[in-house]
C-alpha cells in the first residue's frame, strides 16, 4: 500500500530554493521576498473519501474545501487573502442533480466561507468529466508581524492547549469546519505562540508532527482533553470510549498549541490545557499512547 | 449543457478585493501586496479528459500538468516562482501499474518540468481514490519591473504575432508543451508587448478573447499562419485542411501577442506576424471568420 505522505516526501526536497522560508512539512508554505511573508496552502478533497455526494450538500462540500485550506492558515496564525478553486465535476451527479446545479451550489458554499474570512478567490479552472466530484483549492494568506507559527517551535515544559471540543465529527461536523482563524490572531498576540498545528488526522496524529518537528514528547490530562458531544454519540455506536475519540478521531479543525509556563497561566479558563511538552515519547497520564493512524517520516 | 465558464464568470465579481489588480478573467491573477505583482494561476487535469492513462506516460502528464501552468505564466510575461501539486490517485491504476510507481512517475515529471524552469515546489496534497487519475497545480509567479501583459492592452492597428506553428497537437504534443517562458521574457525586454494569450483553446478561441478584452476586431492572413507539421498530418485524417487545424485545433501552448507596428519592425523574420487589429469582427483575409468552439461570454 502506498503511504499519502511518499509524493509529498519525495516534492519536499524540491522546495529548498531561494525565496522559500518553509517549503513543504509544515501547514503552508512560507514565501520570503514580499512585504510580510506570505502563506500558501492546498487541499483537494475527493467524493466517497471525503464526503459523499448522496449525503453531503454540494454547499457543504464547497465549505469544506475551503474551511481545510483556512484551517491550514490558522495552524500558521496567519490571514487568509486569496485563493484560486479548481473543481473536476460529474456529467451526471447522482439525484437528478444537473452538473450546472452541482457547479452553482458548490461555488455558493466556497464563496460563503471566503466571504466569512475576507477572502478573494483569484482563479479557478473548471472541468468536467464522467467520473466523481473533487475540489482542489490553493489559498494564499499573509502572516502578521510576529511571523508564521510552526510545527517546529514547541519547548521542553510547554503547556499545551487545544482550542475546542474533541471528537466524533464523522456525525458531521467534519462537513462543516469552523476554522480558527481569529482564534489564532487573537493568541498570536496575547502569547508567544511556540508551536501550532490544526488537527485534521486525529488528536495524538497531528500532536505528533508537533513533537517530530520539535523533537519532544508530550504527556496529555485524560481529565483535561475536552470532548464532544459527538464523541459520546459516537462512543455509544462504536463501544470505543468518548475519550479515545477524542484522542483518535480527525477533522475536528481545532487547533494544537503550545507556550511557555508564564504564557499558559494567561490563558488560564479561556483554553482548556491538555498537557506538557516532555523530553521524549508520547504519554497519557504518564503511561504509554499509541497515536492512531500515525506514519512515521523518516 | 452547463459552459465550465459559468462558473468562472461567478467567481469573478468576488474576486475584487483590495490588492486584486486582476482578478478572474485573465491567464492569471495579479495580485498587490508585492515586491513586484505576483501572479498566480490554477489548472486541473483530468483523465479520460485531458489525457489517456492507458496511452500517456505518467511522466508525461506530470509534465503536462506544470506545463499548461507555466504557459498561464508565460502568456502574462512573467517568472514562475511556487508551484503547489495536489492529486488525486486511483488505487487501481490500469496495466496492472502500483498506486505508488504512478506517483512516482508523476512526481518526476511534474519535478523536471518545475526544475527546468527555476519553479520551486513549495506545497502539495496528495489523495487515493477509486476513481480516475486527477492532477491540480497551482502556479505563483512574479511579474516583471515591466508589469504583466493582460489581454486587454491590443491597439488598433497593432500586429499580432504569434511564437510558433499551430495545429494538430492531438498527435501527442499537446502532452509535450514547450511553456514560452523565456520567449515571452525577452520580447518583454525589446518591445512593448500590448495584449498576450497562450493557445489552449485554438487559435481563433483564444484571440477572441484579446479581441473581446481589448474591444477590437482582427483580421488574420491566411498565408502567414504557421502550420505544424502534425496539422498536415491530422488533415489527411480529418478531411478538413492544414489551416483549419491550425487556426482551431487546441493545447498548442504557443503565444499571440500584439504590439505597435514600430515594434512589429524590430521582429520581422524571427517570430510570423500572422495580421492586424482592426476595427471590429474577425476576418480572414477580409473574409468573415468564426472562431471555432467560442463562447461569447456576455
Not at 509524493?7 to 512539512?25: E, K
Not at 509544515?26 to 471525503?50: F, K, N, S
Not at 464526503?51 to 490571514?79: C, H, R, Y
Not at 483535561?224 to 480527525?250: E, K, N, Y
Amino acid at each position: 500500500m502506498p503511504s499519502e505522505f511518499d509524493f509529498i516526501q519525495s516534492l519536499r526536497q524540491h522546495s529548498q530554493l531561494p525565496g522559500v522560508v518553509v517549503g513543504i512539512g509544515d501547514d503552508c508554505a512560507v514565501l520570503e521576498p514580499l512585504a510580510q511573508r506570505w502563506l500558501v496552502t492546498t487541499d483537494l478533497l475527493t467524493e466517497g473519501v471525503d464526503f459523499l455526494l448522496a449525503e453531503a450538500t454540494p454547499e457543504a462540500i464547497g465549505k469544506k474545501a475551503m474551511g481545510v485550506n483556512l484551517s491550514d492558515i490558522a495552524a500558521m496564525a496567519g490571514v487568509p487573502k486569496f485563493a484560486v478553486v479548481a473543481v473536476a465535476l460529474p456529467r451526471h451527479p447522482p439525484g437528478g442533480m444537473t452538473t450546472r446545479a452541482l457547479a452553482d451550489r458548490l461555488d455558493a458554499g466556497v464563496r460563503e466561507m471566503a466571504a466569512r474570512f475576507g477572502v478573494a478567490i483569484v482563479g479557478g479552472d473548471t472541468n468536467t468529466w464522467d467520473q466523481g466530484l473533487v475540489i482542489s483549492i490553493t489559498l494564499i494568506g499573509e502572516s502578521t508581524a510576529r511571523g508564521p507559527v510552526l510545527r517546529s517551535g514547541a519547548k521542553l515544559d510547554d503547556a499545551i492547549f487545544v482550542t475546542g471540543p474533541l471528537g466524533g465529527s464523522l456525525l458531521g461536523r467534519h462537513l462543516s469546519p469552523e476554522p480558527r482563524v481569529r482564534e489564532a490572531l487573537a493568541l498570536h498576540q496575547i502569547v508567544d505562540l511556540h508551536a501550532m498545528i490544526d488537527i485534521s488526522d486525529g488528536l495524538t496524529a497531528d500532536l505528533m508532527h508537533i513533537l517530530e518537528e520539535s523533537h519532544f514528547g508530550a504527556d496529555l490530562d485524560s481529565m483535561s482533553i475536552p470532548i464532544h458531544p459527538d464523541a459520546v454519540l459516537r462512543s455509544a455506536i462504536t463501544g470505543q470510549t468518548p475519550l479515545h475519540h477524542a484522542l483518535h478521531d480527525g477533522e475536528d479543525f481545532e487547533l494544537i498549541f503550545t507556550v511557555s509556563q508564564a504564557d499558559a497561566e494567561k490563558l488560564t479558563g479561556q483554553f482548556p490545557r491538555i498537557g506538557t511538552i516532555t523530553d521524549t515519547g508520547l504519554t497519557l497520564d504518564g503511561q504509554p499512547l499509541t497515536p492512531r493512524g500515525w506514519v512515521h517520516e523518516v
